[in-house]
């Protein structure tokens, strides 16, 4: 049974949405420069904890840069980070194949 989110904060939604970008763009390189599949680092909580935090660091640093670029709103004080980690690891099951 899968778990259904409803993200009551704007910011939150907004983080998301480019930290998700971002781990798919940072795994697709590791997957271009990897001689072989890395599908199997889905499983190793360790690696997975440090690579979904340093995209959550990422797009801390970065977040009102983007966001300005992008046209959008948000508040990096009103982002729920435990959420979005949540949502990542998540995400992440998707790269299982």
Same mark, same amino acid.
């Given at each position: !049974? @899968? ?5 009551k @904060? &704007? ?7 480019? %930290?998700?970008?971002?781990?798919? %763009?940072?795994?697709?390189? !590791?997957?271009? !420069?990897?001689?072989?599949? &890395? @599908?199997? /680092? #889905?499983y *190793?909580? *360790?690696? !997975?904890?440090?690579?979904? +935090? ?5 797009? @801390? ?10 046209? /959008?709103? +948000?508040?990096?004080?009103? #982002?729920?980070?435990?959420? &979005? %980690?949540?949502? /990542? #690891? ?8």
């Amino acid at each position: !049974m @899968s778990k259904i989110f409803e993200i009551k @904060s &704007v910011s939150t939604e907004t983080f998301y949405n480019i %930290a998700e970008r971002s781990f798919e %763009a940072s795994w697709k390189v !590791m997957q271009d !420069m990897a001689s072989d599949n &890395v @599908s199997y /680092l #889905v499983y *190793d909580a *360790d690696f !997975m904890c440090v690579f979904i +935090g340093n995209v959550i660091e990422h797009i @801390s640093k970065n977040f009102y840069i983007i966001i300005q670029c992008e046209c /959008l709103e +948000g508040k990096l004080e009103e #982002v729920n980070f435990e959420e &979005v %980690a949540e949502r /990542l #690891v998540r995400h992440s099951w998707e790269f299982c194949k």
